[in-house]
C-alpha cells in the first residue's frame, strides 16, 4: 500500500465549475499535510497546508482534512484554465518531521 | 522573505562525467535542505536531507552524493553519472518555525547522454 495515495487523473472540469481533488495516506498518526501545485515543466509550488480537522480556506482554495478517515482534498472553486496543472499532496508521517512524503500527484485540465 | 537558488537550470552531461549542482537559501537560518529528483512523468523521489551543517541523510543507495558545507548551501554531487540520472532536481528547504513545510527551487534538469 502506497503511503500516499492520489489518483492521476487526469481530472476534467469546466471553467466555473469546483474541482475536488482527494488524497489518502496510510500512517494513522501523520501530522501536518500539504498541496503543492505543479505546473508542468516547473516546480511545485506550495498552496496550502492544515494540521487540524476541518476546513480552511484561502482564497478559491479549500483545504479539508478527515483524521478518523485519513483523507485530505483540495476544493478549488471558481476552477480557471490557469489551474490546470498537477497538485501533489504531502504529509508528514509519525515519527519525526524531517520527512514529508509526497503523493505521485493529480492531473488537473481546466476546460474553457 | 525567503529565496530558494539552483543552478544551473538545465545541464546535458555524457556518462560517466562528473556532478555539481548547488542550492542556496536566502533570508532565513537554519533549515532544513532536501535533494529530491523527479523523473519525467513520475513523482518526487527523496535522495538526501540535512538538518544542520554536515548532517546528510541518504534516502537511496545510488552514485550521488550529497554535502553541506554553510548552513543555507547544499551540494548534490557524482563522480560518474549514469543513463537513470537523467530528471528534474529539485532543492527545498523546510521552515521549521512553522509546519515543516518545503519550498522547493527552480529546479535544475539534467539529461545524461
Known amino acids: 500500500q502506497k503511503e500516499v495515495e492520489q489518483n492521476s487523473g487526469p481530472l476534467s472540469v469546466p471553467e466555473g465549475a469546483i474541482a475536488s481533488l482527494n488524497c489518502t495516506y496510510s500512517d494513522r498518526g501523520s501530522q501536518s499535510f500539504f498541496w503543492y501545485r505543479q505546473y508542468s515543466g516547473k516546480s511545485p509550488e506550495l498552496i496550502m497546508f492544515i494540521y487540524s480537522n476541518g476546513d480552511k480556506e484561502d482564497g478559491r482554495f479549500t483545504a479539508q482534512l478527515n483524521k478518523a478517515s485519513q483523507y485530505v482534498s483540495l476544493l478549488i472553486r471558481d476552477s480557471q484554465p490557469s489551474d490546470s496543472a498537477t497538485y501533489l499532496c504531502?504529509?508528514?508521517?509519525?515519527?519525526?518531521?524531517?520527512?514529508?512524503?509526497f503523493g505521485t500527484g493529480t492531473k488537473l485540465q481546466v476546460i474553457p | 522573505s525567503q529565496t530558494i537558488h539552483q543552478w544551473p537550470a538545465t545541464l546535458v552531461q555524457p556518462v560517466g562525467s562528473p556532478l555539481s549542482l548547488e542550492c542556496t537559501v536566502e533570508?532565513?537560518?537554519?533549515?532544513?535542505l532536501y535533494w529530491y529528483r523527479q523523473a519525467a512523468g513520475r513523482g518526487l523521489q527523496l535522495l538526501f536531507y540535512s538538518v544542520g551543517i554536515g548532517q546528510i541523510s541518504s534516502e537511496v543507495p545510488q552514485n550521488l552524493s550529497a554535502s553541506r558545507p554553510q548552513d543555507r548551501q547544499f551540494i548534490l554531487s557524482s563522480k560518474k553519472l549514469l543513463l537513470s540520472d537523467s530528471g528534474f532536481y529539485l532543492c527545498?528547504?523546510?521552515?521549521?518555525?512553522?509546519?515543516?513545510?518545503?519550498?522547493f527551487g527552480p529546479g535544475t534538469r539534467l539529461t545524461v547522454t
Open positions: 504531502a504529509v508528514i508521517p509519525s515519527g519525526g518531521y524531517q520527512k514529508v512524503t
Open positions: 527545498a528547504w523546510g521552515d521549521r518555525r512553522s509546519s515543516y513545510e518545503q519550498y
Open positions: 533570508g532565513t537560518s537554519n533549515p532544513n
